[in-house]
């Protein structure tokens, strides 16, 4: 151990740092967090990383930075450096909405928010626009029809009239109009499986809101064309939302084990599992514990906790 203080061993990382010496600047960082662990030091470390664009590891200091004081808002701000340059931007937006929050002045801020909201939040979709053959236009002419008009009483404004369920015209509408939507989107069928990612993300935003239909569709998905599929990497939404689905009990088969074990060797999945809440990996090894009984899948279900994080008894 240094004969320096953690103090004295911060100011030479500062001073490597303002002489652009990133590693020396990092290892007298790392010096003094092994004598006082202290989120100043561990975001100027994170600082250091981004200027060698260490992206992993600054995200993980910034991280323990933000941890250890929810307040210091320099850490937010290069974390969400670190997601941008990882490809994470959803993850970058809500730091900058954090961080725009408590400082609305931010320069810095604003200007990447901006830049992903216009260069990553709005992708592309290819529409096909077809014209009309005029062999199936319809040659009739138009026609008018007439509108009889219903008179209602304009001087009360309110109808005194209720369903029979007891609910005004304008609720009843609406609660049928929810029940419709609801139906909707659980007989709505699976969407196609993904090729690519950017179907994989649409598909995603289309069931999102139902974990367990996302999960189904993520099993339609063959194995074999996950390298391919998840190449330019994974979502942290994606995961949570399978995890999510983890929160009702699992009543399908053990394709659930070679789907998850593949999907941990994906690109940026690493990252994505630091943003776990500790509930969705409980609920992850509570799922498979069902599978945990038969000696066959214990190898792989230890593959899947370590690459999930999750904590082995």
């Given at each position: 151990m240094s004969e320096l203080s953690a103090e004295d061993l911060k100011a030479k990382g500062n001073q490597c740092f303002k002489e652009k010496r990133f590693h020396k600047a990092i290892s007298y960082y790392s010096q003094s967090l092994e004598q006082k662990l202290d989120h100043v030091v561990l975001s100027n470390r994170c600082q250091s990383y981004l200027s060698l664009k260490y992206y992993e590891a600054a995200l993980t200091d910034a991280s323990e930075s933000i941890r250890l004081n929810p307040d210091f808002v320099k850490s937010y701000w290069r974390r969400a450096l670190a997601l941008t340059n990882l490809g994470i931007h959803s993850k970058a937006?809500?730091?900058?909405?954090?961080?725009?929050?408590?400082?609305?002045?931010?320069?810095?801020?604003?200007?990447?928010?901006?830049?992903?909201?216009?260069?990553?939040?709005?992708?592309?979709?290819?529409?096909?626009?077809?014209?009309?053959?005029?062999?199936?236009?319809?040659?009739k002419p138009l026609t008018r029809i007439p509108v009889a008009e219903k008179e209602s009483d304009f001087d009360s404004g309110v109808s005194?009239?209720?369903?029979?369920?007891?609910?005004?015209?304008?609720?009843?509408?609406?609660?049928?109009?929810?029940?419709?939507?609801?139906?909707?989107?659980?007989?709505?069928?699976?969407?196609?499986?993904?090729?690519?990612?950017?179907?994989f993300s649409v598909a995603w935003?289309?069931?999102?809101?139902?974990?367990?239909?996302?999960?189904?569709?993520?099993?339609?998905?063959?194995?074999?064309?996950?390298?391919?599929?998840?190449?330019?990497?994974?979502?942290?939404e994606w995961i949570e939302t399978i995890l999510m689905a983890f929160e009702n009990e699992y009543t399908g088969n053990e394709q659930i084990l070679y789907s998850l074990e593949k999907l941990t060797t994906a690109p940026?999945?690493?990252?994505?599992?630091?943003?776990?809440?500790?509930?969705?990996?409980?609920?992850?090894?509570?799922?498979?514990?069902?599978?945990?009984?038969?000696?066959?899948?214990?190898?792989?279900?230890?593959k899947i906790f370590e690459g999930f994080g999750v904590n082995i008894d």
């Open positions: 937006r809500a730091d900058l909405k954090h961080i725009l929050e408590v400082e609305p002045e931010n320069k810095a801020a604003q200007e990447l928010s901006l830049k992903i909201s216009i260069t990553y939040d709005k992708p592309i979709v290819p529409i096909e626009i077809y014209d009309k053959n005029p062999y199936v236009r319809s040659k005194t009239t209720t369903s029979e369920a007891g609910l005004t015209p304008l609720q009843n509408e609406q609660t049928t109009n929810d029940q419709i939507a609801t139906a909707s989107a659980v007989d709505e069928p699976l969407p196609p499986p993904a090729k690519t990612a950017d179907q935003t289309s069931i999102k809101d139902n974990p367990q239909k996302f999960l189904e569709y993520f099993l339609t998905i063959p194995i074999s064309s996950f390298d391919e599929l998840f190449a330019p990497g994974v979502e942290p940026r999945f690493e990252v994505c599992t630091m943003f776990l809440s500790d509930k969705m990996k409980m609920d992850l090894k509570n799922t498979l514990r069902k599978f945990s009984s038969l000696e066959e899948y214990s190898s792989i279900i230890l």
